[in-house]
């Protein structure tokens, strides 16, 4: 099993849908999570850590539910800038590095 | 703040020749700084964990005297690709974590992309 598994997507929506990515880990003992967004053939970008209350950073919203080891983001009204790859991230606890997974692929059509 | 610089951005080289890719923490100090490696339409992979004044941990399958990398000063980590052949053509990116950051996050380079002939 990967440490980190995602739906490679892509998900393809029209501008001002909402859409949501889940992914879920292997490591129970993982302490921290992001979200990270990377477009095609530049560097990953933080768009947001994932906090266990669940936290919101204007359209988006990241949630964390330890029991079932699963992290989501909600994207709400998509704009076409939002097009890109979403990485969920979460950190290997012994050892201070992050992990990657493969990327959710959005495309927001207009 | 936490600009993480890369140099060079873009480098082709031939079959057998040697390429060093710098990775820069800008306006922070860095004690420990990482090299990941992406393919085309694949997730980054950890190459090694380097950590100002000590050898680098490297992850399972990365060969260190290929992948050699040198943490000499808090701002400034170096990998170089040694004897470079085709099937090391990716996309290399270091991060730097902040040492005085209290989270995990790290801050990505913009990458150098490395095409071998």
């Known amino acids: 099993r990967k440490e980190v598994e995602q739906d490679p997507g892509p998900f393809n929506v029209p501008e001002g849908a909402t859409v949501a990515f889940n992914c879920t880990y292997s490591?129970?003992?993982?302490?921290?999570f992001f979200w990270y967004r990377q477009d095609c053939r530049k560097e990953p970008k933080l768009l947001m850590s994932?906090?266990?209350s669940g936290n919101e950073d204007g359209r988006f919203t990241a949630q964390l539910n330890r029991a079932s080891q699963y992290i989501s983001l909600l994207i709400r009204d998509s704009k076409l800038s939002d097009s890109a790859t979403y990485l969920c991230?979460?950190?290997?606890?012994?050892?201070?590095?992050?992990?990657f997974g493969t990327g959710t692929r959005l495309l927001v059509s207009p | 703040g936490a600009v993480v610089s890369q140099h060079p951005s873009r480098v082709i080289c031939k079959s057998g020749t040697s390429v060093k890719i710098e990775c820069r923490s800008l306006?922070?100090?860095?004690?420990?700084m990482f090299w990941y490696r992406q393919f085309p339409k694949k997730s980054l992979m950890l190459m090694a964990t380097s950590n100002e004044g000590s050898k680098a941990t490297y992850e399972q399958g990365v060969e260190k005297d290929k992948f050699l990398i040198n943490h000499a000063s808090l701002t400034l980590s170096t990998l170089t690709v040694t004897s470079a052949h085709p099937e090391d053509s990716s996309f290399y990116i270091c991060?730097?974590?902040?040492?005085?950051?209290?989270?995990?996050?790290?801050?990505f380079g913009p990458g150098t992309r490395l095409t071998v002939l």
């Open positions: 994932v906090y266990s």
């Open positions: 991230v979460v950190n290997a606890p012994s050892f201070q590095k992050l992990v």
């Open positions: 490591n129970s003992a993982s302490q921290s």
């Open positions: 991060s730097a974590r902040d040492r005085v950051g209290a989270t995990n996050e790290q801050f």
């Open positions: 306006d922070f100090q860095a004690t420990t």
